[in-house]
């Protein structure tokens, strides 16, 4: 069956940095899209970022020029490297694989996703 498995987070201090890793297995890889995105408590998950099946890559506002992913087919593994961290980045982070283009108008959109990882916690502090 299909698994997304992320590593990487953990507790670091505002201004630090984190690699985050999402490691797929079950599926063809390289024909999805991959996205990550973010969930603090009391709010819904967010879009953070997403790696087109062409090597595409798309942010939000608030992490553009702070955050890249990177996707790596031939290890089956998504990347995203988050630099210059806040507090306010503070979440679990999960990865996500769509089957479907990551359209402009569908990326942001958690339903566009067909699996999911388990998350990873991020907590940064001031």
């Known amino acids: 069956q299909v698994q997304l498995v992320e590593s990487g987070g953990g507790l670091v201090q505002a201004g630090g940095s984190l690699r985050l890793a999402c490691a797929a297995s079950?599926?063809?890889?390289?024909?999805?899209?991959m996205g990550w995105f973010r969930q603090a408590p009391g709010k819904e998950r967010e879009f953070v970022a997403g790696?087109?099946?062409?090597?595409?890559?798309y942010y939000t506002g608030s992490v553009q020029g702070r955050f890249t992913t990177s996707r790596d087919n031939a290890e089956n593994t998504v990347y995203l490297r988050m630099n210059n961290l806040k507090p306010e980045d503070t979440a679990v982070y999960y990865c996500?694989?769509?089957?479907?283009?990551?359209?402009?108008?569908?990326?942001?959109?958690?339903?566009?996703?067909?699996?999911w990882g388990q998350g990873t916690q991020v907590t940064v502090s001031s």
């Open positions: 996500a694989a769509s089957k479907a283009p990551l359209y402009l108008s569908s990326r942001s959109n958690p339903k566009t996703y067909d699996y």
């Open positions: 079950g599926l063809t890889f390289s024909t999805y899209g």
């Open positions: 790696i087109s099946r062409s090597y595409a890559a």
